[in-house]
Nanobody, 129 residues
């Protein structure tokens, strides 16, 4: 079973950039659909972005479209979230998640946390104004 470890979070000023990484264990990483979610204090977990196993398909939330980019390097068992032009409202704990079902599987809504069955421990992103 895949295990996920996020890194790259930190404190950044508004307008700055960060790149989050999520490294997965296991030898079948390229078969996993991967997602990024975030959760701010007192709020529900929110979808940020998702990417297919091959990296050929992506889906980004409207709230971050044009600022955040999701990518993956299957040779390194890693998925990335490049975050540019950060805003204070982006402050949250960011989680990566994995789903063994292929992209486009029936009943697997990629923006729904319930579609993912493996989660990392999260990394804190704080954006100061």
């Amino acid at each position: 079973q895949v295990q996920l470890v996020e890194s790259g979070g930190g404190l950044v000023q508004a307008g700055g950039s960060l790149r989050l990484s999520c490294v997965a264990s296991g030898r079948t990483f390229s078969s996993y659909t991967m997602g990024w979610f975030r959760q701010a204090p007192g709020k529900e977990r929110e979808f940020v972005a998702a990417i297919s196993g091959s990296g050929g398909a992506t889906y980004v939330a409207d709230s971050v479209k044009g600022r955040f980019t999701v990518s993956r390097g299957n040779a390194k068992n890693t998925v990335y979230l490049q975050m540019n032009n950060l805003k204070p409202e982006d402050t949250a704990v960011y989680y990566c998640a994995a789903d063994g079902a292929p992209w486009g599987s029936r009943g697997r809504e990629r923006s729904d946390p319930a579609s993912y069955n493996r989660w990392g421990q999260g990394t804190q992103v704080t954006v100061s104004s």
